[in-house]
């Protein structure tokens, strides 16, 4: 008999998989910033070793990944970290973090920087304000999730609602995501 292998010390769950409807259906995470698009700056936020599942439709990417797609597709958030939840093995902590976020690498770091949690991880703005789709969970965090009735419609809130939350600070402006061609517009002039 052979020993299972043991589980790496990271996951990750990359959401990818919106409609970008304020983008006119372009897919945002394909939207170079800087020298890449924004979901290479997602996957490049994450320590080498991490095993990654990116959950929305594949396309090309700077790093192996694997992909998940919730279902039915276009049900949200909630139920497309469930999803990437599912696809990864159990046993070690998950990073959730969305492709929209041109700092994600600074979000990560105050992520792994923080102490591990029992329960959830999740990043918060200036004002105190939790963004639910940059978080670290707990192995038993996201074994709870995975265990979850299917989270079809459900908000990112009504997830971590099951969890015990420990808000984690950004660093200044790092939550910014890019929602609108406006928000790429400013990001553009600040550079």
């Known amino acids: 008999m052979t020993a299972p292998t043991p589980s790496r010390s990271l996951q990750a769950v990359v959401l990818a998989g919106g409609t970008s409807q304020r983008w006119d259906g372009q897919d945002k995470t394909q939207l170079v910033v800087g020298d890449r698009p924004l ?3 997602a996957l490049a936020a994450l ?14 990417t700077s790093r192996p ?12 958030p909630a139920a497309g970290v ?3 939840l599912r696809a990864l093995a159990p046993g070690a902590p998950v990073v959730v973090l969305a492709a929209d976020l041109p700092r994600a ?8 920087g923080a102490p591990r949690p029992t329960g959830a991880l999740v990043v918060s703005d200036g004002s105190g304000r939790a963004h639910w789709t940059s978080a670290l969970l707990s192995a038993e965090a996201a074994d709870v999730v995975r265990a979850l009735p299917d989270l079809v419609d459900a908000s990112l809130r009504r997830l971590f ?4 939350v420990v808000l984690v600070p950004s660093p200044d402006g790092a939550t910014h995501d890019l929602d609108s ?4 517009d400013a990001l553009q002039e600040d550079h």
């Not at 080498?48 to 396309?59: E, H, K, M, S």
């Not at 609602?161 to 015990?164: E, T, W």
């Open 82 to 84: 469930q999803a990437g």
């Open 105 to 112: 690498a600074e979000l990560v770091d105050a992520l792994l």
């Open 181 to 184: 061609p406006a928000d790429l």
């Open 161 to 164: 609602d099951h969890l015990d």
């Open 39 to 41: 979901l290479d700056h």
């Open 47 to 60: 320590p080498g070793d991490t095993d990654v599942v990116v959950v929305g439709p594949p396309r090309p």
């Open 65 to 76: 990944v694997g992909w998940a797609r919730e279902k039915p597709a276009g049900s949200g």
